[in-house]
């Protein structure tokens, strides 16, 4: 059962161009939902994260749209760039006691910024 | 500030072997969490080990087992290894007393199993 469901698997963003990439979840217990940046031959990475409270956080180019009641969450980058050509992971999390919990990543989204 | 660090990079097994990965935790983290990534595909949850324990545990068979270190280290094995067992696996540390969430990952270890 996925519990993460993550599109598109590939885009195409021209530079300076905005990207975005959705997640939707079924598991409401879910409460903590991060996303991961990944480049070939690398360990994902942290772009950044949000928690149910809120709806929206940016960080820089980047910013989390969270719509709790339709269990959907997105990413969009801003002013994209060469650089910015990696793939994508969005994740989930439920709290345990403590923090860093098992994450349940989607499937994984293909950027890829051209000139 | 040292990362989270994984040996071996490359390793190639033949089907029925055992192999034994391991990963030091980014400095001052006390939880390591073992990820498995197929060609593709996002990371699938292991295990994840605290205080020398198995915290969480993923959908994975008991052929994959962990163990952590004292010194918060830790290491995967996986025995009678599958060809299915060829991937990415990941290395991820964390901080549960402060009740943070960030995991860290490591540059993973490469499993083919021919």
């Known amino acids: 059962q996925q519990q993460v469901k993550q599109s598109p698997q590939s885009l195409i963003v021209q530079k300076g161009g905005i990207s975005i990439i959705n997640c939707a979840y079924e598991n409401t217990a879910f409460d903590y939902f991060p996303w991961y940046q990944q480049f070939p031959g690398k360990g994902p990475a942290l772009l950044i994260a949000i928690r149910p409270d809120v709806s929206e956080k940016k960080e820089g180019r980047f910013t989390i749209s969270f719509n709790k009641s339709a269990k959907q969450f997105s990413l969009h980058i801003m002013d994209s760039q060469p650089g910015d050509s990696a793939t994508y992971f969005c994740a989930a999390s439920k709290g345990l006691t403590g923090g860093g919990n098992k994450l349940t990543f989607g499937t994984g989204t293909q950027l890829k910024v051209e000139l | 500030d040292a990362g989270v660090t994984q040996s071996p990079t490359h390793l190639i097994k033949t089907r029925g072997q055992q192999v034994t990965l391991r990963c030091s935790p980014k400095?001052?983290?006390?939880?390591v969490s073992w990820y498995q990534q197929a060609l593709g595909q996002g990371p699938q949850f292991i295990f994840q080990y605290y205080e020398e324990e198995e915290r969480q545990r993923g959908n994975f068979p008991d052929r994959f087992s962990g163990h952590q270190f004292p010194n918060y280290s830790s290491e995967l094995n996986v025995n009678a290894l599958l060809l299915g067992d060829s991937a990415l696996y990941l290395c991820?540390?964390?901080?549960?007393?402060?009740?943070?969430?960030?995991?860290?990952f490591g540059p993973g270890t490469r499993l083919l199993v021919l």
């Open positions: 400095s001052g983290h006390d939880t």
């Open positions: 991820a540390s964390s901080l549960v007393g402060t009740k943070k969430e960030t995991q860290y």
